[in-house]
């Protein structure tokens, strides 16, 4: 059984970035191919945010976030990175680290595809 723990949340400052990280442990090459981050924010649906493959060179962000969110990964330690620049309202929520076979990655992302889940990492406004 794949374990995903996440990290990283808290406040977003104006100007500076924010990383989040994804460890996954008991890690399955296969089930666990397609990682990546939702998000929900109170009231609204899960929203798939961005996604990286282990196995190939797949890159997944939402429109909202792309040219500010960048993600990545780090195959020795089976970890996966979102660092948030350019932090909108809307970046505002719970992160959800997420771990699914290949076919998760392609368009469009749906939760269903998702096989393995974290806790969450709560992404706040500077107060």
């Known amino acids: 059984q794949v374990q995903l723990v996440e990290s990283g949340g808290g406040s977003v400052l104006a100007g500076n970035p924010l990383n989040l990280s994804c460890a996954a442990s008991?890690?399955?090459?296969?089930?666990?191919?397609?990682m990546g981050w939702f998000r929900q924010a109170p009231g609204k649906e899960r929203e798939g945010v961005a996604f990286i493959s282990w196995g190939g060179n797949i890159h997944y962000y939402a429109d909202s976030v792309k040219g500010r969110f960048t993600i990545s990964k780090n195959a020795v330690k089976r970890t996966v990175y979102l660092e948030i620049n350019g932090p909108k309202p809307d970046d505002i929520g719970m992160y959800i680290c997420a771990a699914g076979p290949p076919k998760a990655c392609y368009r469009p992302i749906r939760t269903s595809d998702f096989e393995y889940w974290g806790q969450g990492t709560q992404v706040t406004a500077d107060s």
């Open positions: 008991q890690f399955d090459s296969y089930s666990a191919d397609c």
